[in-house]
């Protein structure tokens, strides 16, 4: 009887011993897919998945996160660690003034250009320039505030911002829609990070 008791006592330590850790479960975890499919089989360990990105306001915890690598995994107490995805985004902002080719004839858009440009070379400040003749209806005195993407402004836009250094002042044609923007350059180019972590209690 005891050395039954024994045996059994032996199989059920091993069976507790066998159960893979917090950890080694992590490393089988290579998408955000499968990172919800644990969340979804493990409510004990309270997972969750953190959408992080670097800023100011980031905690402590946040800025070791951001500094990890996509697959690297780390405990902090009793809570574990993977990173999910990582990816670096460039944000760009510049300053516009906006022509419109539909209501105005070339020999006008070019004459502008030349007025604007003469007057930003003599000192008159981009923000007068883009209140005085942007014909978009722009309230933010021409600041495109940081942006990424083709979502706000044309890809022309974009790729021609992305070229040019702070400080620059150069033409953006988008001949297709007759849209034509006077830009400058008003900031270098902010490299921003941004990761998708998976979150557990336990090692």
């Known amino acids: 009887m005891k050395n039954s008791l024994a045996a059994l006592f032996l199989l059920?330590?091993?069976?507790?011993?066998a159960q893979p850790t917090v950890n080694e479960k992590f490393q089988k975890?290579?998408?955000?897919?499968?990172?919800q499919q644990f969340i979804t089989a493990n409510p004990e360990l309270k997972p969750a998945l953190l959408n992080l990105s670097a800023g100011k306001d980031s905690t402590?915890?946040?800025?070791?996160?951001?500094?990890?690598?996509?697959g690297d995994i780390f405990s902090v107490?009793?809570?574990t660690y993977k990173v999910i995805e990582a990816k670096d985004t460039v944000d760009f902002r510049a300053s516009y003034i906006f022509l419109d080719g539909s209501s105005l004839s070339k020999s006008e858009i070019d004459s502008l250009k030349k007025t604007i440009l003469q007057k930003a070379s003599a000192g008159t400040s981009f923000a007068e320039l883009s209140d005085q003749y942007t014909m978009d209806g722009n309230k933010t005195r021409?600041?495109?505030?940081?942006?990424?993407?083709?979502?706000m402004f044309p890809k022309e836009f974009q790729d021609a911002v992305e070229?040019?250094?702070?400080?620059?002042?150069?033409?953006?044609?988008?001949?297709?829609?007759?849209?034509?923007?006077?830009v400058k350059k008003t900031h270098n180019d902010r490299v921003k990070k941004d990761?998708?972590?998976?979150?557990?209690?336990g090692r």
């Open 29 to 35: 975890i290579l998408t955000v897919e499968q990172a």
């Open 195 to 201: 990761i998708i972590v998976l979150r557990a209690n």
């Open 60 to 70: 402590l915890i946040d800025k070791r996160l951001l500094r990890q690598k996509k």
């Open 163 to 182: 070229k040019h250094k702070q400080g620059e002042v150069f033409f953006v044609d988008v001949s297709d829609k007759q849209w034509h923007y006077i």
């Open 142 to 151: 021409g600041d495109t505030d940081w942006f990424f993407g083709e979502y």
């Open 77 to 79: 107490g009793y809570v």
């Open 12 to 17: 059920f330590s091993a069976s507790i011993f």
